[in-house]
T-cell receptor, first 115, second 111 residues
Framework: EPEVTQTPSHQVTQMGQEVILRCVPI?????FYWYRQILGQKVEFLVS????????KSEIFDDQFSVERPDGSNFTLKIRSTKLEDSAMYFC?????????????FGPGTRLTVL | QKEVEQDPGPLSVPEGAIVSLNCTYS??????FMWYRQYSRKGPELLMY????GNKEDGRFTAQVDKSSKYISLFIRDSQPSDSATYLC???????????FGSGTQLTVLP
C-alpha cells in the first residue's frame, strides 16, 4: 500500500540553525501539507501546497518557514533560524486534488528537537 | 472559547466494551467531520468521515454528528486491544483543506 515517508525520523539542531525536513508524498497525489504537533498539544495545520505554490497557510507559517517541491518526488519544509519553541513533531501529508474532502494521508513524522 | 474541545482521557476499557468518544466545536464554518486514529510514533490515520447530521457506520465504528448542538461522537463496538490508540476528531471548513484537530483521547483496551 502506498504511504507517505519522511526523513529523518529525528532531527536534533542548535537554536539558530536551519533545518530541512523531507517528505516523499504518495506518487499520484497533488496536494501536499505540513502539520506540526508540539508535545502534549494538538496537531496544527501549517501549510498546503499545490501546483508548485502555497495554497493555504496558517498564522504559524511565518517568514521563518518555507516549502519547496525540489523535484518530482520530494516535498520539503525549511525552518530558518530555529527557536526552542519549534521543537515538535512535524507531519507531512498528501492527498489527491479532486475535492476538498479527499483523504489526507499522513507520514510517520519527524521529531525536531531544538537545543 | 476553544474552537474544538475533546476530552483527553486517558480512557481504559476492557476488551469487548462499547467505547464512546466525543468532541464539541464552536466554528459554524466546519462542514466536514472526521475521526483519525493515531498509534504511538505514527501519523494520524483517517478512520471515518461524514458531513451531515446523523449516523454513519463502518464495521465496528459509528460516527454520529449533531450539527445543531455542534457535537460529534465516535462509537466503537466490541473494542479490541488493537484499538488502543489516540483518537482525534478533526474538522474541515467547506472551502479549505486545512484540518482542525481536537486534542485527542487516549484509549487503552485491556485484554
Amino acid at each position: 500500500e502506498p504511504e507517505v515517508t519522511q526523513t529523518p525520523s529525528h532531527q536534533v539542531t542548535q537554536m539558530g540553525q536551519e533545518v530541512i525536513l523531507r517528505c516523499v508524498p504518495i506518487s499520484n497525489h497533488l496536494y501536499f501539507y505540513w502539520y506540526r504537533q508540539i508535545l502534549g498539544q494538538k496537531v496544527e495545520f501549517l501549510v498546503s501546497f499545490y501546483n508548485n505554490e502555497i495554497s493555504e497557510k496558517s498564522e504559524i507559517f511565518d517568514d521563518q518557514f518555507s516549502v519547496e517541491r525540489p523535484d518530482g518526488s520530494n516535498f520539503t519544509l525549511k525552518i530558518r533560524s530555529t527557536k526552542l519553541e519549534d521543537s515538535a513533531m512535524y507531519f507531512c501529508a498528501s492527498s489527491l486534488a479532486g475535492v476538498v474532502t479527499d483523504t489526507q494521508y499522513f507520514g510517520p513524522g519527524t521529531r525536531l528537537t531544538v537545543l | 472559547q476553544k474552537e474544538v474541545e475533546q476530552d483527553p482521557g486517558p480512557l481504559s476499557v476492557p476488551e469487548g466494551a462499547i467505547v464512546s468518544l466525543n468532541c464539541t466545536y464552536s466554528n459554524s464554518a466546519f462542514q466536514y467531520f472526521m475521526w483519525y486514529r493515531q498509534y504511538s510514533r505514527k501519523g494520524p490515520e483517517l478512520l471515518m468521515y461524514t458531513y451531515s447530521s446523523g449516523n454513519k457506520e463502518d464495521g465496528r465504528f459509528t460516527a454520529q454528528v449533531d450539527k445543531s448542538s455542534k457535537y460529534i461522537s465516535l462509537f466503537i463496538r466490541d473494542s479490541q486491544p488493537s484499538d488502543s490508540a489516540t483518537y482525534l476528531c478533526a474538522y474541515l471548513p467547506g472551502s479549505a483543506r486545512q484540518l482542525t484537530f481536537g486534542s485527542g483521547t487516549q484509549l487503552t483496551v485491556l485484554p
